[in-house]
């Protein structure tokens, strides 16, 4: 037990503490999370890994384990592998071994899943976490191992018996485990989102949940703030990140309201009800499964060389974290707005895009405030978005250029959005262009002036009342007066 306390010296914020009846407690919290790799083929055969197909369509002799198959390990999984560890920070093993773990269930018809056990293809690294509010912190990463994936048995398709479908069976999987690095449902949440981005941007696993390619399973554990650690329990397959998060807080919940009330936490496996918001036991530790690993006879160790490691880490792309740090110092973004725009690879593509040669901080705001808030109306990703990078930048160079107001900016986006068409062409068919000639606008302001006598004398007394003004010549200009220009020939008219 000291091996694992050693782990966990960070300590929560005061602010994660959960208040019991009696104590403030901690929840500890590890991961293991499930990532589909992303490739054509399945670990240890050519059938596909499409998703989707009519049942049984992607099935191969070795995934139905037909007598005398034998696995043959895909060279792109292992690559995909090493690219997510590389990518994790963590040690890649040059020698790794697939071992048997076995276990008899309908959907996994070789009687044993081939996995990782005492020798993964990678071992430490770490993951920063820079959450939307909280302090950042960091998650010790144990281990990435390969394995298969199992088929899927379904219950409600037949009255008299459960049918299975093998799709899934031997699909490549890693199983990525960090420490118990977690202190509250909302770090919880954070992580596996920055997990997820990660993956994504390294094109190793698609981090589609509700297709189930990324699941995480949570081990969760409470105690006062110091002691030793708790029993844990673990929440199996855990598919959204909202459900990660409502998981974590019933089960810390939970277990604290056993402790207090004088019982003691048991060791067991359970799963999380989306519907009624909790955790119902699965399996305690009598009945866990004893899976017998034993080195698979059929596969060799898997030994990979410097220069195979060597190779992928030179075609990695730029990483959340150096991409984030890079568009503070280049773009002298806000840490927030460089936050958000890295979150996806795309939008930080398409941010990149609109921002070359223009103002870096009205092209960020533009893309997070204007398109982000569209494109989350419509339910849409930033490579569904029908205003390309390029349109967005002609509306910018508009504004920059001083042809265009922001308020037009923003109804000539519009029109973009719903229209699509070049910027400049619609302003200049659709008469969009701000007045900047300063006879009109002096005629403007001269009749405002000439109608408002009163309040003319009274805004020479009180400069502030130049607002009102500046409102009613925009008005009689249909708003596309300059404000700036309307500005200083009211100042000048009015002696201010
Ligand atoms: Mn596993």
């Given at each position: ?5 050693e782990?966990?010296?960070r300590?929560a914020?005061?602010g ?13 919290i590890g991961?293991?999370?499930?990532a589909?790799v ?13 998703f989707?197909?009519?049942?049984n369509s992607?099935?191969s002799?070795?995934d139905?384990a037909?007598?005398g198959?034998?696995p ?9 592998a090493?690219?997510?560890?590389l990518?994790?920070?963590a ?5 790794s071994?697939?071992?048997r ?5 309908p ?5 044993y899943?081939i996995s990782?056990y005492?020798e ?8 920063r ?21 199992a088929?899927k ?5 037949d009255?008299r ?8 069976s031997g699909v ?12 509250s ?5 954070a992580f596996?989102?920055k ?5 994504r941007?390294?094109g ?11 699941r ?5 554990s409470v105690?006062?703030?110091?002691a030793?650690?708790?029993t ?6 855990v598919n959204s990140?909202?459900?990660i ?5 019933h089960?810390?919940?939970r ?9 003691t936490?048991?060791?067991e ?10 955790t119902?036991s ?7 499964h004893d899976?017998?690993y ?5 596969l060799?160790?898997l ?12 075609d990695?792309?730029e990483?959340?974290?150096?991409k984030k ?6 773009y ?5 707005d ?10 930080a ?7 070359a ?8 705001n ?7 808030g569209?494109?989350n109306?419509d ?6 978005s029908?205003?390309?990078?390029e349109?967005?930048?002609?509306v ?5 250029a001083?042809?265009i107001?922001g ?9 973009v959005?719903t229209?699509d ?11 969009m262009?701000q ?7 002096d005629?403007?302001?001269?009749q405002v ?6 309040k003319?004398a009274?805004?020479r007394e ?13 008005k009689?200009s ?5 404000p ?10 009015l002696?201010?």
């Amino acid at each position: 037990m000291t091996a694992t306390v050693e782990l966990t010296t960070r300590t929560a914020a005061a602010g994660q503490l959960i208040s019991g009846a009696k104590a403030d407690w901690e929840v500890i919290i590890g991961m293991e999370a499930h990532a589909q790799v992303a490739s054509q083929a399945k670990l240890f055969s050519g059938a596909s890994t499409a998703f989707g197909g009519a049942p049984n369509s992607h099935v191969s002799l070795v995934d139905a384990a037909m007598p005398g198959m034998l696995p043959v390990i895909n060279r792109a999984c292992v690559a995909q592998a090493v690219r997510t560890g590389l990518g994790l920070n963590a040690r890649i093993n040059l020698k790794s071994r697939f071992d048997r773990k076995n276990y008899f269930y309908p959907d996994l018809p070789q009687g044993y899943q081939i996995s990782q056990y005492q020798e993964p293809i990678v071992g430490e690294g770490e993951v920063r976490v820079e959450p939307d509010e909280g302090d950042p912190f960091v998650v010790g990463i144990e281990r990435l191992h390969l394995e298969q994936d199992a088929g899927k048995s379904i219950h409600d398709q037949d009255p008299r018996f459960s049918l299975v479908d093998l799709n899934r069976s031997g699909v490549a999987l890693m199983e990525i485990v960090t420490r118990p690095d977690i202190r509250s449902a909302d770090e919880a949440k954070a992580f596996l989102v920055k997990l997820r981005t990660i993956l994504r941007y390294l094109g190793t696993c698609d981090g589609d949940m509700e297709k189930g390619s990324l699941r995480a399973d949570i081990n969760v554990s409470v105690r006062e703030p110091g002691a030793t650690l708790g029993t844990r329990c673990e929440i199996k397959n855990v598919n959204s990140i909202r459900f990660i998060g409502q998981a974590v807080a019933h089960e810390a919940r939970r277990q604290i309201a056993v402790i207090e009330d004088g019982g003691t936490i048991e060791q067991e496996t359970r799963l999380f009800d989306p519907q009624r918001g909790e955790t119902r036991s699965m399996r305690s530790k009598e009945e866990a499964h004893d899976y017998r690993y034993f080195p698979d006879p059929d596969l060799l160790p898997l030994v990979i060389d410097e220069a195979f490691v060597d190779g992928l880490r030179g075609d990695l792309p730029e990483l959340p974290d150096a991409k984030k740090a890079r568009f503070v110092a280049d773009y002298g973004l806000p840490d927030h707005d460089a936050a958000v725009l890295v979150a996806e690879r795309d939008l930080a593509g398409y941010f990149e895009a609109a921002a070359a040669g223009r103002e870096p901080r009205l092209a960020a705001n533009w893309v997070i405030n204007e398109l982000g808030g569209r494109l989350n109306r419509d339910g849409l990703t930033i490579a569904e978005s029908p205003v390309s990078a390029e349109r967005l930048a002609g509306v910018l160079d508009l504004v920059a250029a001083g042809t265009i107001s922001g308020k037009m900016a923003k109804d000539l986006f519009e029109i973009v959005w719903t229209e699509d068409g070049d910027p400049a062409e619609i302003a200049a068919s659709r008469g969009m262009q701000q007045v900047t000639d300063t006879g009109e606008i002096d005629a403007l302001v001269d009749q405002v002036i000439a109608d408002n006598p009163d309040k003319a004398a009274e805004a020479r007394e009180k400069p502030q009342l130049v607002g009102w003004f500046v409102g009613q010549v925009m008005k009689a200009s249909q708003g596309k007066a300059n404000p700036k220009a309307v500005n200083e020939a009211l100042r000048a008219k009015l002696g201010l």
